[in-house]
T-cell receptor, first 109, second 114 residues
Framework: GQNIDQPTEMTATEGAIVQINCTYQ??????LFWYQQHAGEAPTFLSY??LDGLEEKGRFSSFLSRSKGYSYLLLKELQMKDSASYLCAVMDSNYQLIWGAGTKLIIKP | GAVVSQHPSRVICKSGTSVKIECRSL??????MFWYRQFPKQSLMLMATSNEGSKATYEQGVEKDKFLINHASLTLSTLTVTSAHPEDSSFYIC??????????FGQGTRLTVV
């Protein structure tokens, strides 16, 4: 079966760095997405990785290792507004998105 | 970036009535749109994939007669929840594909059936 695993909840301090991991097992691979979702709102796109390596975009970076079925989202200089759920999703061979359950990130002052 | 507009953002309806949710791609043509449902503190659940001009493809367990999807044009898809019941209360989200990547979501619709 297809499976996406990510931690349920993480806590970090304002100004610090946090890494949210995602491991996946899917039938085929056409890219991995990270989304941010604030409570009661729709997800917003953060990143898309299809090749191995690190993609940096401002305070957020995303890493992919296809051989390990592994990705992480790195958030630097954490701000209170970064408190949200972070969803990992993989596009399979049929170009369908397989979603993780999301990681709730709590930022403390 | 591409903009997807979903309307209404919130709706309250009486049990037994029908509700229509619209999803529009404002600055691009979306050949494929996706409809998701999300329960509190859970991830997105794909309900159906909607292709312009053809019937939607529903995921297993989703009642096609209850959740009517129409994708009449390249910029508009609608989801109609027919004969809504309290258990249909949920957060419904559409998204549209631009090329291979599916990166753009509507704002979501919070449906409450009373």
């Amino acid at each position: 079966g297809q499976n996406i695993d990510q931690p349920t909840e993480m806590t970090a301090t304002e100004g610090a760095i946090v890494q949210i991991n995602c491991t996946y097992q899917t039938s085929g691979f056409n890219g991995l997405f990270w989304y941010q979702q604030h409570a009661g709102e729709a997800p917003t796109f953060l990143s898309y990785n299809v090749l191995d390596g690190l993609e940096e975009k401002g305070r957020f970076s995303s890493f992919l290792s296809r051989s390990k079925g592994y990705s992480y989202l790195l958030l630097k200089e954490l701000q209170m507004k970064d408190s949200a759920s972070y969803l990992c999703a993989v596009m399979d061979s049929n170009y369908q998105l397989i979603w993780g359950a999301g990681t709730k990130l709590i930022i403390k002052p | 970036g591409a903009v997807v507009s979903q309307h209404p953002s919130r709706v309250i309806c009486k049990s037994g009535t029908s509700v229509k949710i619209e999803c529009r791609s404002l600055d691009f043509q979306a050949t494929t749109m996706f409809w998701y449902r999300q329960f509190p503190k859970q991830s997105l659940m794909l309900m159906a994939t909607s292709n312009e001009g053809s019937k939607a493809t529903y995921e297993q367990g989703v009642e096609k007669d209850k959740f009517l999807i129409n994708h009449a044009s390249l910029t508009l898809s609608t989801l109609t929840v027919t004969s809504a019941h309290p258990e249909d209360s949920s957060f419904y989200i559409c998204s549209a594909r631009t090329g291979v990547t599916e990166a753009f979501f509507g704002q979501g619709t919070r449906l409450t059936v009373v």
